[in-house]
């Protein structure tokens, strides 16, 4: 057997396939994605920004202040809404943006509402999913 070793992601993923089948193949892909899984309190985010650079995570909290901005987007000419607001939970608070199509069901925090954020963490939480709850 030829070692993998310095071969590319792709490359041994090719390999696997070969060797498992196409259900390996899956399950290999599968492998490599990040899932948000459990909650992060903020606190654990803010202790250790580099441990948690760039992953998914999951963030239940307080929202405690608000910020939205409109513009149109100069490409697609479609109303953006840009929304800046801060998350609390018993240790710590932690800045959040989420930016999405203007629309009626798109969620508008407020301060004081409880929410479920799924995002990026890159020194703030860069918001893919909310959820007011």
């Known amino acids: 057997m030829k070692s993998h ?15 498992l089948g196409p259900a390996g193949f899956a399950v290999s892909l599968l492998a490599g994605l990040s899932w948000a899984g459990e909650p992060v309190k903020i606190g654990s985010l803010l202790a250790d920004p580099r441990g ?8 239940e909290g307080v929202v405690t202040a608000s910020q939205m901005n409109h513009f149109i ?12 607001f801060l998350v609390k939970d018993d240790t710590g608070t932690i800045d959040a943006v989420y930016t999405t199509l203007c629309q009626k069901e798109t969620p508008i925090v407020e301060h004081g509402d409880r929410v479920t954020i799924e995002a990026h963490f890159s020194g703030v939480l860069e918001v893919r999913t909310l959820t007011k709850n």
Not at 73 to 84: A, I, T
Request: one cysteine or more; aromatic letters at 6%.
């Open 52 to 59: 948690y650079n760039m992953k998914l995570v999951n963030v």
């Open 5 to 19: 070793v310095g071969l590319p992601l792709s490359v041994r993923r090719i390999r696997l396939m070969g060797w």
């Open 73 to 84: 987007g100069s490409v697609s000419k479609l109303e953006k809404c840009v929304q800046r």
